[in-house]
């Protein structure tokens, strides 16, 4: 079992940046891809950014160009979000899902971001 644990949420005004950290329990970055979900109140939980096993990124459309997904290749995933916006409120959560095995999916408690003058 793969523990993960978010921090670097907090209150941000718009236009500002917070940098969100994940550490696994284990190395992840040679078996897992790695994600940043978020939910915000009263929507369905979505896919932000994702990082996979070979290093390639992919993000939403709606934080491309403000975010960056990036990893330390041992046990901490990252995301730079720059530019917020009160649309980026949410909680953001982190997910590890093995390349291979779809049983081995994991995820992370959360942290909350909130955007607000």
């Known amino acids: 079992q793969v523990r993960l644990v978010e921090s670097g949420g907090g209150l941000v005004q718009p236009g500002g940046s917070l940098r969100l950290s994940c550490v696994a329990s284990e190395k992840v970055f040679d078996f897992y891809n790695m994600h940043w979900y978020r939910r915000a109140p009263g929507k369905q939980r979505e896919l932000v950014a994702s990082?996979?096993?070979?290093?390639?990124t992919n993000y939403a459309d709606s934080v491309k160009g403000r975010f960056t997904i990036s990893g330390d290749n041992v046990q901490t995933l990252y995301l730079q979000m720059d530019n917020l916006n009160p649309d980026d409120t949410a909680v953001y959560y982190c997910?590890?899902?093995?390349?291979?095995?779809?049983?081995?999916?994991?995820w992370g408690q959360g942290t909350q971001v909130t955007v607000s003058p």
């Open positions: 997910k590890a899902n093995h390349f291979d095995i779809d049983t081995r999916e994991y």
């Open positions: 990082l996979n096993i070979r290093g390639n």
